[in-house]
């Protein structure tokens, strides 16, 4: 805050009078034996009026200014996060589906850019967090089980993760990759060496984008039957923008996709059961059953949960929630952190059972390398 000068017209002008005094002796202007008291009164009242308007306000905005700065300085500190190579205990070699090149990433910058490529970084930081944690167990899993006779460890598509360069990130987020990439970052950093285990392994961390209210359990849609990815309620799903969806197909194309043969003309036979997901887990159409997943992936429909009506010669499947269904929820994640629910409190609801642990303490081969 600035302080104005004083004004001249508050300054008080005084005419200079001729006394008969000794010759060498110095004169006080404001203050000598001829002042009234009166004048004397209102020059100490008007001194120590000046003072209360100039120190008093410096006294208050000072230490103001002082504990804003350190907290615009605190806060600057906080939101410029680095992750050095020092972080990463060991690289992961990247294969390239553009180029074919294997490309070498330091674990916790691959973590951060998987990250960034997977969740969007709009999202409350305590999901990034737990995206983090899903994103670098993955890797320690894929990187532990695999045979290591390859050129690379992991790919960089849905196959496995998606991954981005830094300069594709760039390009992708376009003006808003710094403050993204600074959000990611500072989740990552925060779960740094984190990831999560079962019966002191690392698990396999499967992710996905939105429920249809609940998540499935593994052998519902996968063959094995895995303790930690059990059928958990997510009810924070229903405001995620891919909740709902709608797929028209005609009877022509349905019978070539699914490899049925159906009537030419009435209703359709057509009866569901449901999983505990409450997820498609066979159709039976035409007296020939496919399972929910399979019907998913030959029409390429959202989710697995869907709704068949059938009007004159098209099938109308109506689907709530995108994606497989199992492991942890992005947008119930995002539900949950919105509600003041932590990284850790996150996963632990959508992996059952499951310990936070080191990759330190449980993959050493890996940090050896």
Do not use: C
């Amino acid at each position: 805050m600035k302080h104005k000068n004083i004004p001249d017209h508050w300054r008080k002008k005084k005419k200079k009078k001729h006394h008969n005094l000794l010759p060498f002796k110095q004169k006080n202007n404001y203050l000598n034996d001829r002042t009234a008291p009166w004048k004397i009164q209102g020059i100490l009242f008007f001194a120590t009026m000046v003072t209360i308007i100039l120190i008093i306000p410096t006294l208050i905005v000072l230490p103001y200014v002082a504990d804003n700065e350190q907290h615009n300085a605190d806060e600057a500190e906080s939101d410029q996060v680095d992750i050095s190579l020092g972080d990463s205990p060991f690289s992961v070699a990247v294969m390239r589906a553009s180029s074919e090149k294997v490309e070498d990433v330091p674990l916790e910058t691959y973590v951060a850019r998987v990250v960034a490529s997977e969740m969007p970084a709009e999202f409350e930081l305590e999901a990034l967090k737990a995206q983090s944690l899903a994103a670098r167990t993955f890797i320690v899993n894929h990187m532990v089980s695999q045979d290591s006779s390859g050129k690379s460890d992991v790919t960089d598509t849905v196959s496995d993760q998606v991954y981005h360069s830094k300069q594709e990130l760039r390009d992708l987020l376009e003006d808003d990759f710094e403050w993204k990439m600074e959000k990611v970052k500072k989740a990552v950093k925060a779960t740094k060496g984190e990831i999560l285990t079962y019966n002191d392994a690392p698990i396999t961390a499967s992710f996905f984008s939105t429920s249809n209210g609940y998540t499935e359990n593994s052998e519902d849609y996968w063959e094995n039957k895995v303790p930690y990815l059990r059928s958990v309620k997510s009810p924070w799903d229903k405001g995620s923008p891919k909740f709902l969806d709608q797929e028209i197909f005609t009877i022509a194309k349905v019978e070539d996709v699914l490899g049925v043969k159906l009537p030419n003309s009435g209703d359709i036979n057509m009866e569901i059961s449901r999983t505990e997901g409450k997820r498609v887990g066979q159709l039976t159409i035409a007296g020939k059953k496919i399972s929910g997943r399979k019907v998913r992936q030959k029409l390429e429909l959202q989710s697995s949960d869907f709704t068949i009506e059938q009007k004159n010669d098209h099938l109308i499947f109506t689907t709530q929630g995108f994606g497989h269904g199992v492991g942890m929820s992005q947008y119930g994640a995002n539900g949950m952190a919105k509600q003041g629910k932590t990284y850790k409190q996150i996963v632990k609801h959508y992996y059952q059972g499951v310990e936070i642990s080191s990759i330190n303490q449980t993959a050493p081969t890996l940090v050896a390398k």
